[in-house]
C-alpha cells in the first residue's frame, strides 16, 4: 500500500491525537521563543546547554565558561549529542525550546495507543492524551529553561508503551536512550525492571536493572568524575548528612523525619503530583511504583526546587502515573471505565487550571514579549558585540551570546560566583578575568552588581550605550588565557 493510501485508514480519532500533541507543541514552542527573545531566559539552565551544545557542534570539548565545568561532567547527558546534527544547520537557544517542547508533546503518543487497546475506545484514549498535555508537573517542566531530563518525557512513555505491548526490541532502544538521559536515571529504571520481571520476564527485568545500575556507575564515576574530579555534586541535597544519616535519623528519631517530610509545602506537592490523575493510578499501584523512587528523592531532598511542581525534577515521575492510570482504568468493568475516565479528564483540566500556566488558567507565566524596549534595546546593544570576543555579561543575555568558546556570566570571572566545583574559590578572582575582552550589562545595576563593576570599570571603556544597555571594551590589549 502506497504512503497516501495508508494515511487515508488513519482513524479520525488518532488524527485527533496527532493534532493535540502538535498544537501543543507548537503553542509551548511560540510561547517558549517569545520568553527568550523578551530575555526571560538565562545562563541557568538554558545558556549553558546552548555553549555546550555549540561546542559539540563544532567539534570542541563542551567546556562551558557559563558555569565552569565540563557539559558532560555537570550531568552525564550523553543525549545531547542527539542535537548536535541539528546544530550544524539551525544553532541556538530556540532548537533547544523547540525540541524540548517537542518530545514533551509527543509523549502522550504512547499513552494513546495504549489507551486505545486496553480501554477499548478511542474516545477515552484521546481523553488520556488530553489528560497527559494538560499535566502541570510536564507544562511546568517544559516552560522552565531546558533540561536534557524533558527527552526522558517521550523516552519512558515508549519504554513503558513497549513493556505491555510486548515490543522487546523498542523496550530495549527506549531503555538504553534513557539510560543516555542522565546519570541518576536508575532510579526510575531500576523500578521498571523490577516491573518487567513482576511481569513474568525475569531475564530481561534483571537486565534493565544491572544495565540501569552499571550506566549510574559509569556516569558518575567514570565520565563525570574524570571531568569534573567528583562523582556527584549534589550529596547535599540529603538531609542529616547523607544516605546513613537520614536512615539513622529516621530510626532513632521518625518524628522529626516526619516533620520534615510535611514541612515547605511537600505534602501539597504530593498532592499536585496525584491529584490531576483523578488517584485513578492506584488501581495499578506496580506501575505506579516505577516512580516511586524518584518521587520519594524529591520529597526528601533539601534542594526546594525538587519539591514543587513547576521545575523539570518532576517530569520523570508523570510517564508511569500516566501509564498507571490507563492499566488501573483498564481493570475496571467495562461500563466503569467512561466514568473513571472521565474523573481523571476533569481532575485534570482542573490541576491544569490551577497550576499550569495555560490561556485562561489561574496562573499566569509573567514575561516581557520580544517587542518589550528593553528587549529591543538589548538586541541592538549585542549586535555590536564581535563574534569571537571573550565577554562577561548579564544572565539574561548569555542565551543570546553562547556561541563562542569564552562567554562569562558576570561578575565571573572577575567575582567568582556558582562557578566550576571548587566552593573555596567563591568570592576570588579567577586569571580568566584578565582575558574578558567585552562586558555588557544593564545600566540600572543592583548593588552588587555595581561594586562589581566599579572594580573593574577602571580597565574598560564605553564602547555604546542605549536607554536600557552599555557595552564596554578592554582599554589595552590582554594575553590570551591559557
Known sequence: MNPLGRLRKVDPATWVAFGLVALHALW????????????????????LYDQGTWLLSRFKAPFVTLMGRNLLGDHASLVMFLLVPLYWVVPGTETLLAVQSIVVAAGALPVYFLARKKLGSRVMAVAMVCVWLLNPALNGANLENFHPDSFLALFLPLALWALFERRWRTYAVAVVLCMTVKEDVSLVLVPLGLLVMLRGERRKGLATVAASVVATLAGMFLLMRSLIGVPTRNGWRIPYGGVTGFVKEALTNPTNVWEYLTSEGRAFYLWQLCAPFGFVFFLAPEVALVSGLVMLANIVSTFWYQFHIGYHYSLVIVPALAFATVIGVSRLH?????????????????????????????????????????????????????????????????????HRKYVYQFPNPFRVVLYGTDISLEGTRDPAADSVEYVVLPLEMDEDMRKDFAGIA??????????????????????PAP
Open 28 to 47: 509551548t514552542t511560540r510561547l517558549q521563543w517569545d520568553i527568550h527573545r523578551g530575555l526571560g531566559t538565562s545562563s541557568y539552565d538554558v545558556g
Open 334 to 402: 467495562r461500563d466503569s471505565r467512561r466514568i473513571a475516565v472521565s474523573v481523571v479528564f476533569v481532575c485534570a483540566v482542573l490541576g491544569a487550571y490551577a497550576w499550569t500556566p495555560l490561556p485562561g488558567a489561574r496562573q499566569e507565566l509573567p514575561h516581557w514579549p520580544a517587542n518589550h524596549p528593553v528587549a529591543v534595546a538589548a538586541r541592538d546593544i549585542m549586535e555590536r558585540v564581535p563574534d569571537d570576543a571573550r565577554i562577561a555579561v548579564y544572565h539574561a543575555l548569555a542565551p543570546h551570546l553562547a
Open 458 to 479: 577602571g580597565d574598560f571603556d564605553t564602547v555604546a550605550k542605549n536607554q536600557f544597555w552599555g557595552i564596554w571594551k578592554r582599554r589595552s590589549p590582554s594575553s
